[in-house]
């Protein structure tokens, strides 16, 4: 009987935001307009990236592949929450449920890693600006991309294998609106304990180890900025770090919070309140922060809006 039970789970019921009722209307368009104004503000920060050559510089390289990487995230959860938010029927199957596990945990890792490499690229930037161009040379930051790459959905197939070799047979109901790890894995029938020590190592090696290189990172670069004798150049030093800061810290704060603690404490409101944020918040976040506090970014963009507006009517 419990071999047949686990044969029969061919899909997954997302329970998501059933039990808010009409509210979901209400959901489906702000999650929609957050959604299209998350797309329209990283293509804009790709266009200006592209267009203008004053941004053609490491730190913007990684700011473009970013952008670029936070517009595949959104692809990989928004449209079907979107979906399941007006529809009745909110059945993933179990295919695509791995395959959106491995795109989430694959995409969700390298940005985790690019974010510490632009850490690594203001460090260099800042303490050492007379080797620059020659430590982030152009192949260094294509190589740091690629190793992140590869290094995050490396991780991903390993948390793939760990989470769907566990036999489902006691339900196929997902109390989240995507298949994420703990919800999945919790509905396993067998014990997941060394399975879930194993996931949390792995969140220690992407999120903490790169928040803590993140952290030296900046003492050095705190350390030298207080030693440059004008105000303004303290300022302008601090101003290029800011936009990154802000960064870091909402990106890994929310994911700490939800992957570094024991399953035993896992809330299925609460962290589903917290993973809206870093799904669906946090990408569109990232291209505002850069282009509201950058003032490189700001008037690369203006340029790029002069250069291509049409011409006034007389």
Do not use: W
Not at 163 to 174: D, E, G, L, T
Not at 253 to 277: H, N, Q, W
């Amino acid at each position: 009987m419990r071999r047949q039970n686990q044969s029969m789970i061919t899909e997954f019921i997302l329970i998501g935001f059933s039990n808010l009722g009409d509210l979901q209307i209400l959901l489906f368009f702000l999650f929609l307009l957050v959604y299209l104004t998350t797309l329209m503000a990283n293509a804009t920060i790709m266009t200006v990236i592209r267009l203008d050559r004053t941004l053609h510089t490491p730190m913007y390289f990684f700011l473009f592949v970013l952008s670029f990487s936070e517009t595949c995230y959104t692809l990989v959860i928004v449209p079907k929450m979107l979906t399941n938010l007006l529809s009745t029927s909110q059945t993933i199957s179990f295919p695509a449920c791995a395959a959106q596990l491995y795109f989430f945990v694959g995409l969700a890792c390298t940005n985790c890693f690019l974010i510490a490499v632009m850490g690594y690229d203001r460090y260099v930037a800042i303490c050492n600006p007379l080797n620059y161009t020659l430590v982030v040379s152009r192949a260094t930051c294509v190589q740091l991309v690629l190793a992140s790459s590869c290094c995050g959905f490396l991780i991903s197939v390993v948390v793939n294998v760990l989470v769907f070799s566990v036999p489902f047979c006691a339900s196929n109901r997902i109390n989240h609106f995507f298949c994420d790890i703990f919800p999945v894995i919790k509905l396993g029938c067998t014990d997941t304990n060394v399975k879930e020590m194993v996931i949390f190592f792995l969140s220690i090696l992407v999120l903490l180890v790169p928040l803590v290189l993140i952290f030296i990172s900046y003492v050095f670069i705190v350390s030298t900025i207080l030693k440059i004798a004008s105000a303004e150049g303290q300022q302008k030093a601090f101003a290029t770090c800011a936009s990154h800061l802000t960064v870091v810290i909402v990106h890994y704060g929310c994911a700490s919070f939800i992957y570094l603690r024991p399953t035993s404490l896992y809330s299925s409101e609460k962290d589903r309140l917290v993973a809206v944020t870093y799904t669906v918040i946090t990408p569109l976040l990232n291209p505002l922060v850069y282009t509201l506090r950058n003032k490189e970014v700001k008037t690369a963009l203006s340029k790029v809006l002069s250069r291509y507006s049409f011409p006034k009517t007389v």
